[in-house]
């Protein structure tokens, strides 16, 4: 196949040593020589590209090599293949002391962009940013026609402004900014003309025709990215670049503190509501600074992209590129709104409109995140911004916090949308129900694809999957004992609990083979670490509580898709830890659950990694350094507990039901064996018999084929190490639970203790004998 020819030529590449490397760069260097630059030059680029792009490291070419490739990039008569080849293969090498290419080098605006891509991936070492930012801005200001082409130069400045904000002095930016407004606003409506230039062709042929809209109407207002022609002007082709850039150069040129307009001669009252009134006027409109006026012509841009978003598109393609302008049309007014508030209440009418328009729609799935950001971002609390959410895409949904259908449906392509949006949405409410239905998602998924498989219109069946067959899972949704079941999971407003749900995962088992059920159980480990670094901003004690009784719960509740649980258990044991963290008492105020949680050894098995965790969290934090409650009780309950499970997961023997212990897990139990006997000295001698156990059986053949090898060496060394420690229970109890002081020294700031005061002795008694040496 191409893929694998593909995979062979770059694995060819990189098995490419430096001497043969050497070798090629010296047939390159004297092609690039000749005169005629031919077929053989292009195919040895083309070949040098892919050795030096295939490997992580940076391949080292010939000075002599490095020069003609430089060299090549600046002549006006070499082909464009060729300096595309060469900028290539010099911006694979950047950063690097050895180029030397300057920007006025050339008049040709193809190649200054492409010198100005190689002087961009230096990484402004020598300004180079800077001096590709001041080389633009002249040719901005030129306005000469024989000047440079902005059309290849404009995209150069939307990557100057992303990667150094400050190039630009002030009237440079009230310059951009005047330009971008002539771009954007007033480029022409007539087509370009064609390039034949035929000695047979009439003026009359030649002459242009009108710009039209998506759906072959002639353009009667402005000229957008959404207008349609055969061919372009350059202004036409600016006004495109020029809004790609639009959103980075609003953020780069906008007011410090967002909210607040960039002109004193205007107070609160006069920007909140005569700002309204005033830019409704399109005189009044010219007449501000060049800083408002492109708010403003960008206000009326994203309108009219909203406007003729709503034209059936003739091709599927123009379809495609409507949603993508519909997103960063909202994503353009999210910023202006941010800006000036006075752009909000001219934009919530068109968004409101905008949303009840493709809400219902499927296709227009990408749009409705924007749109959720904006209502989330400048609704007013408690004014139910959720109803301008969501609620039938593909299936009802009213919680915006809570939208597992919509996300479900669409993962992972609006997984990075979702996590954007989550610091939002989780609060101490709604943070239990969401993070049961982060782990329902899969499950979601396959009852969302059953409820369209058995849909009666055939137009509506998927497409997908036309080899799965899930009769079984079919005439269970249909089955009236069922339906309860599955309301449940397809219920418009999270609430209740998950216990309800295990029944499902058997009848939707067949299901978790299917791509779309897959591609959502991949993305939920991404969510579940997106939903844990946003709550834990806002959890108080009790709620982090209930998040480790549902970590712990939910562990073995999961639908059974390959290698979900292995993933998800993953990250809820990095989780629990880091929750144990947050709040050490945890472990004493769930000690009934943990011990729970623990008395199952074939839990423990399939959740090596969880299990894992809530063992080493119950040896540091079951301690009276943690939490005065901690009783000897307690440590007792726990170690016998621990001692029982650990001889359970050694003696039994593994099968394909009763998979082997991961030796992590064996450690795990003995090191907090070990650390509850140091703290309950009465239980030093039964911990030093289980270590003395312990490494007796791993000695024998039938635990070194159990754990293999490495496994049981590291078991052996382990119990051998915390036996030493518990023959001097006083440093056993120092090293296994250290005090703060210990774990957390302030030698290096607290002027009290013996070390600095050591130190500062010894300097004087060294600056002393030094004083008295002759001179």
């Known amino acids: 196949s191409q893929s694998a020819g593909i995979t062979g030529m770059s694995h060819r590449a990189q098995e490419i040593q430096d001497e043969e490397l050497k070798k090629f760069c010296s047939r390159i260097s004297k092609l690039l020589q000749a005169e005629d630059l031919g077929p053989d030059t292009l195919d040895s680029l083309q070949r040098l590209f892919l050795i030096i792009s295939a490997t992580k490291y940076n391949r080292r070419l010939e000075k002599t090599c490095v020069d003609l490739l430089q060299a090549t990039l600046g002549l006006a008569t070499c082909p464009e293949q060729l300096q595309v080849l060469c900028a290539a293969i010099l911006r694979e090498m950047s950063p690097s002391d050895s180029l030397s290419l300057v920007w006025d080098h050339t008049q040709n605006s193809r190649q200054l962009n492409l010198v100005a891509s190689v002087l961009l991936a230096q990484g402004d070492r020598n300004e180079e940013v800077s001096a590709v930012g001041q080389g633009v801005l002249r040719a901005l200001e030129s306005r000469q026609p024989e000047g440079p082409s902005l059309r290849y130069l404009l995209p150069i400045m939307a990557k100057v402004v992303v990667l150094s904000p400050g190039t630009l002095q002030e009237d440079q930016a009230t310059l951009l900014s005047k330009r971008l407004v002539d771009w954007l606003r007033y480029a022409s ?236 949405l989780v609060d101490a409410g709604t943070a239990l129900e969401m993070l049961h239905a982060l782990l329902d998602l899969p499950c979601l998924t396959a009852v969302l694809d059953l409820q369209l498989r058995s849909s009666p219109a055939p137009s509506e069946r998927p497409l997908w999957d036309t080899s ?61 670490q997106a939903f844990f670094s946003a709550v834990t901003q806002v959890a108080d004690g009790a709620l982090i509580n209930q998040l480790a009784l549902l970590l712990l719960g939910r562990s073995d509740s999961l639908y059974p898709a390959p290698g979900y649980a292995a993933r998800v258990h993953s990250v809820l044991s990095s989780q629990f830890l880091a929750l144990c963290t947050l709040k050490p008492s945890l472990v004493v105020e769930l000690a009934r659950d943990l011990l729970e949680f623990l008395g199952s050894v074939n839990g423990l098995r399939s959740r090596a990694s969880l299990v894992t965790s809530v063992v080493w969290a119950v040896g540091e934090y079951l301690s009276v350094a943690y939490d005065r409650r901690c ?34 897990v064996v450690t795990a139990l003995m090191t907090t064996l070990t650390k509850l006997a140091s703290r309950s000295q009465d239980l030093i001698p039964r911990a030093s018999l289980l270590l003395s156990k312990m490494r007796t059986l791993t000695q024998s053949p039938a635990t070194g084929s159990m754990h293999g090898e490495e496994g049981a060496e590291a078991i052996c060394t382990r119990a051998t190490e915390l036996l030493t420690l518990l023959k001097m229970p006083s440093v056993a109890q120092f090293v296994l639970t250290p005090s703060t002081e210990v774990c957390s020294p302030r030698y290096h700031r607290d002027v009290n203790t013996a070390l600095p005061l050591a130190l500062r002795t010894v300097s004087r008694l060294v600056e002393r004998e030094v004083g008295l040496l002759p001179g």
């Open 631 to 664: 009783t000897v009780e307690q440590i007792n309950k726990f170690f016998e507990a621990l001692e029982a499970l650990l001889f359970e997961v050694t003696q039994c023997r593994p099968s394909a039901a009763l998979p082997r212990c991961p030796p992590k």
């Open 189 to 424: 409506l007539q087509q370009g003309l064609p390039h034949s230039s035929s000695f047979f062709s009439t003026p009359r042929a030649r002459q242009p025709g009108p710009i039209t809209e998506m759906d072959g109407a002639v353009a009667t207002d402005f000229f957008t990215v959404l207008s349609t022609g055969h061919r372009f002007t350059e202004d036409q082709w600016l006004n495109v670049q020029a809004f790609s850039m639009l959103r980075a150069w609003l953020l780069h040129s906008g007011p410090e503190g967002l909210g607040t307009l960039d002109t004193d001669d205007r107070s609160e009252q006069e920007g909140s509501t005569l700002s309204v009134i005033s830019a409704t006027s399109s005189s009044a409109g010219r007449l501000l600074p060049p800083r408002e006026r492109l708010r403003e012509v960008a206000f009326e841009y994203c309108q009219r992209l909203i406007e003729q978003s709503n034209r059936r598109a003739l091709r599927k393609g123009d379809s495609d590129l409507q949603k993508a302008c519909l997103v960063e049309a909202v994503l353009v007014l999210d910023v202006l709104c941010r800006q000036d508030p006075s752009f909000l209440y001219r934009s919530l009418s068109c968004l409101k409109a905008l949303h009840g328009r493709v809400r219902g729609d499927p296709a227009s799935v990408r749009v409705l995140l924007p749109l959720a950001r904006f209502f989330l971002s400048h609704g007013e609390p408690g004014a139910g911004w959720n109803q301008h959410l969501p609620k039938n895409v593909p299936y009802p949904v009213q919680t915006p916090a809570l939208c597992p259908q919509f996300l479900a449906w669409n993962s992972p392509p609006l997984t990075s949308e979702f996590v954007a949006l989550l610091p939002a």
């Open 468 to 528: 799965l067959r899930a009769p079984s899972c079919l005439e269970a949704f249909r089955d009236p004992k069922f339906q309860g079941l599955f309301q449940y999971l397809l219920r418009p407003k999270a609430s209740g609990t998950t216990e309800r749900l295990v029944p499902l995962y058997q009848l939707l088992q067949p299901m978790a083979g299917c791509a779309r059920v897959a591609q959502c159980a991949e993305a939920v480990p991404t969510l579940l």
